[in-house]
Every structure is written in structure tokens, then in C-alpha cells.
């Protein structure tokens, strides 16, 4: 594209966006970095209509993430690496590309961003779950909340599950459309079994933690993999899709005996429930219910405007 006219558009796109004083960058991500999970297949539009993308101006997409609430996002902890001030992220709701230009999509900023304690900032490490706060909230029209389980909510291995995100793949594939795979959930045990096979470095060591799920295949091949991270792992229970984890880490991607490790959401539905109550978004203007600004100064004007009116 000549660079004009990529200007013009970076402009249209300030504009359009309310213009968070950053230019960002058309598509999220380089061509080099734009995949595929491992051995999934192309979403279809609104398949998966909590999907979102969480991005940093300078470097496109970075993680995945879902959306539980109008203004919150869950995602993983570990893609916080870089830096926890809120002014560098935006999310991106409602697209199945990348792409800044793609129609029905929308890019948010963030307002606040809550990373669960126990998260030691190390490979590997429990709590690897955070809650994005958006600047502003979406409209219904926008976007559908995935649900959340219950905190005794019982994961039987062999439940066929979907991971979805815009994540790494094998192949150096251009194509940035949202990928699905379906993967049924491991048993712990048997995944702490395959991760000590040829896995000298771990001998004594416990891998896959209590608040820790592992899904995908004992020969490898189809899996989540770098960039996935933070979006969700769902199940179709009863007919609703529930999250129940997020994809956190593994060694390598799509390997033997090395399958996906997701953060265990019913261990953390006490804090993510906990997180949204202390952190009410009252102060959101009209969408408040509470009597915002507009509601008290509307009645105020209108009775100095038409005096006697009232
Ligand atoms: C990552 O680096 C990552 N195979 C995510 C998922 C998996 C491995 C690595 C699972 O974000």
C-alpha cells in the first residue's frame, strides 16, 4: 500500500477510534507472527463472540482474552510481562481477523488491569489468570459473554472442549483469521505422568498444578500454542459454553506427551466474582443506573430553562 495512503487510513482509524493519542498499527501482529493454533480449522463469524484480542500499540496482538461482562475481559496473568500500565493495552471485540479495518469490530482501551497474587511472574507458575477493566462499556449489540462454571464444577477427562485464538502456528501462514480446536480435558494425574517423560529437568518436581487443567493429545500434533494465551477453553454443557480455562503454557507446542496446560477457571470464579463487585463501573456516565451526572444536571437545566415548569 502506498504510504499515504496508509497514512490516511492510520488517521481515519484515530478518528474512528476516539484516538487514544498512539498510532496503532493496521493488523495486530506481523505477517511472521499470524497463524494458526496447531491442526485447528477457520472460525466462522460470531462462532465465538467473547473472543477478543488484547494488543500493545508497538507489537499488534499479543494474547487472547474473553468477555464475562460489558467491561471485563479474563485473560492470562503471564501477558502482563512486559508492563501492567493499562495505557498500553487496547482489546479488539467482535473481529476474526486482526485486521483494525475488519467491519463490526471495535478497539477499547483499558482502564485498570487486576493480576491474581498468586501469580509469581515465573514459566509455569500458578494464578496465571488476570481481569482486564475497558475504558468504556460495550453494547449488547457488540458482543455475547461466554459463562462462567460453578467452583465445584466437575471437569471429566475426556470432555471434548474448543480452544480458539490467532496464536502461533507450525506453518508461516498469512492468514490471521480465528482458529478452533477441539481438545478433550486430560486427567491431572496422567498429564503429570506424560510431562516426567523424558522430562529429566522436572524429576521431583510437581508440574501441573491444583489450579492448573490440561486438555489435548498424548501424540501431539493439534494444540494451542504461543499467542493463544489468555483465551479460553470452552465446553458445551447442557447447551451453554462455559469457560473453563484459559491458555496459559506448555512445553512447546503440539509435541508427544507435552499437551496444554490451561488456568483452572472454577478455582478462581471466588476471585474473578470478588474482583467485579469491588470494582463496580458506576462511574461509566449513561450507562449507569445510579443517578449519573446527565440525570441530576438535565432536570436542573430544564427547570432554569422553563421556569415555572417544573
Ligand atoms: C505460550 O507460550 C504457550 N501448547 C501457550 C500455549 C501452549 C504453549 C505455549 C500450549 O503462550
Redesign the pocket.
Given at each position: 500500500m502506498e504510504v499515504w495512503v496508509r497514512c490516511i487510513f492510520l488517521l481515519l482509524l484515530q478518528i474512528l477510534t476516539g484516538g487514544h493519542g498512539d498510532i496503532l498499527p493496521l493488523v495486530w501482529g506481523h505477517p511472521r507472527d499470524a497463524g494458526k493454533i496447531i491442526g485447528g480449522q477457520d472460525a466462522l463469524q460470531g462462532k465465538w463472540p467473547w473472543q477478543v484480542s488484547l494488543c500493545i500499540a508497538e507489537d499488534g496482538h499479543i494474547c487472547g482474552g474473553s468477555l464475562i461482562h460489558e467491561v471485563w475481559v479474563l485473560t492470562a496473568a503471564?501477558c502482563f510481562r512486559r508492563s501492567l500500565n493499562p495505557r498500553l493495552y487496547h482489546v479488539k471485540v467482535g473481529g476474526l481477523t486482526l485486521s483494525l479495518l475488519e467491519p463490526h469490530s471495535t478497539l477499547v482501551a483499558v482502564r485498570d488491569i487486576f493480576v491474581h497474587p498468586a501469580y509469581l511472574w515465573g514459566d509455569a507458575s500458578s494464578g496465571d489468570i488476570a481481569l482486564v477493566q475497558l475504558d468504556t462499556p460495550l453494547q449488547p449489540s457488540q458482543f455475547t459473554p461466554v459463562c462462567l462454571p460453578a467452583a465445584q464444577a466437575p471437569l471429566s477427562p475426556g470432555t471434548v472442549c474448543w480452544v480458539t485464538g490467532w496464536?502461533a502456528t507450525q506453518e508461516r501462514d498469512l492468514a490471521s483469521v480465528l482458529q478452533e480446536l477441539a481438545v478433550p480435558l486430560l486427567d491431572s494425574e496422567e498429564c503429570e505422568k506424560m510431562y516426567h517423560i523424558r522430562g529429566s529437568s522436572l524429576s521431583g518436581k510437581r508440574v501441573i498444578q491444583s489450579d492448573m487443567l490440561c486438555a489435548?493429545f498424548v501424540e501431539g500434533q493439534k494444540?494451542?500454542?504461543?499467542?493463544?494465551?489468555g483465551g479460553p477453553l470452552v465446553c458445551d454443557i447442557n447447551s451453554s459454553w462455559i469457560q473453563v480455562g484459559i491458555?496459559?503454557?506448555?512445553?512447546?507446542?503440539?509435541r508427544p506427551h507435552?499437551?496444554?496446560?490451561y488456568t483452572r477457571v472454577p478455582a478462581y470464579v471466588h476471585w474473578i466474582q470478588k474482583t467485579l463487585e469491588e470494582n463496580r463501573s458506576d462511574a461509566y456516565g449513561c450507562h449507569s443506573r445510579a443517578s449519573g451526572p446527565h440525570q441530576i444536571l438535565l432536570p436542573v437545566l430544564l427547570a432554569f430553562a422553563l421556569p415555572g415548569s417544573l
Amino acid at each position: 500500500m502506498e504510504v499515504w495512503v496508509r497514512c490516511i487510513f492510520l488517521l481515519l482509524l484515530q478518528i474512528l477510534t476516539g484516538g487514544h493519542g498512539d498510532i496503532l498499527p493496521l493488523v495486530w501482529g506481523h505477517p511472521r507472527d499470524a497463524g494458526k493454533i496447531i491442526g485447528g480449522q477457520d472460525a466462522l463469524q460470531g462462532k465465538w463472540p467473547w473472543q477478543v484480542s488484547l494488543c500493545i500499540a508497538e507489537d499488534g496482538h499479543i494474547c487472547g482474552g474473553s468477555l464475562i461482562h460489558e467491561v471485563w475481559v479474563l485473560t492470562a496473568a503471564h501477558c502482563f510481562r512486559r508492563s501492567l500500565n493499562p495505557r498500553l493495552y487496547h482489546v479488539k471485540v467482535g473481529g476474526l481477523t486482526l485486521s483494525l479495518l475488519e467491519p463490526h469490530s471495535t478497539l477499547v482501551a483499558v482502564r485498570d488491569i487486576f493480576v491474581h497474587p498468586a501469580y509469581l511472574w515465573g514459566d509455569a507458575s500458578s494464578g496465571d489468570i488476570a481481569l482486564v477493566q475497558l475504558d468504556t462499556p460495550l453494547q449488547p449489540s457488540q458482543f455475547t459473554p461466554v459463562c462462567l462454571p460453578a467452583a465445584q464444577a466437575p471437569l471429566s477427562p475426556g470432555t471434548v472442549c474448543w480452544v480458539t485464538g490467532w496464536g502461533a502456528t507450525q506453518e508461516r501462514d498469512l492468514a490471521s483469521v480465528l482458529q478452533e480446536l477441539a481438545v478433550p480435558l486430560l486427567d491431572s494425574e496422567e498429564c503429570e505422568k506424560m510431562y516426567h517423560i523424558r522430562g529429566s529437568s522436572l524429576s521431583g518436581k510437581r508440574v501441573i498444578q491444583s489450579d492448573m487443567l490440561c486438555a489435548g493429545f498424548v501424540e501431539g500434533q493439534k494444540d494451542s500454542c504461543q499467542g493463544d494465551s489468555g483465551g479460553p477453553l470452552v465446553c458445551d454443557i447442557n447447551s451453554s459454553w462455559i469457560q473453563v480455562g484459559i491458555t496459559s503454557w506448555g512445553i512447546g507446542c503440539a509435541r508427544p506427551h507435552r499437551p496444554g496446560v490451561y488456568t483452572r477457571v472454577p478455582a478462581y470464579v471466588h476471585w474473578i466474582q470478588k474482583t467485579l463487585e469491588e470494582n463496580r463501573s458506576d462511574a461509566y456516565g449513561c450507562h449507569s443506573r445510579a443517578s449519573g451526572p446527565h440525570q441530576i444536571l438535565l432536570p436542573v437545566l430544564l427547570a432554569f430553562a422553563l421556569p415555572g415548569s417544573l
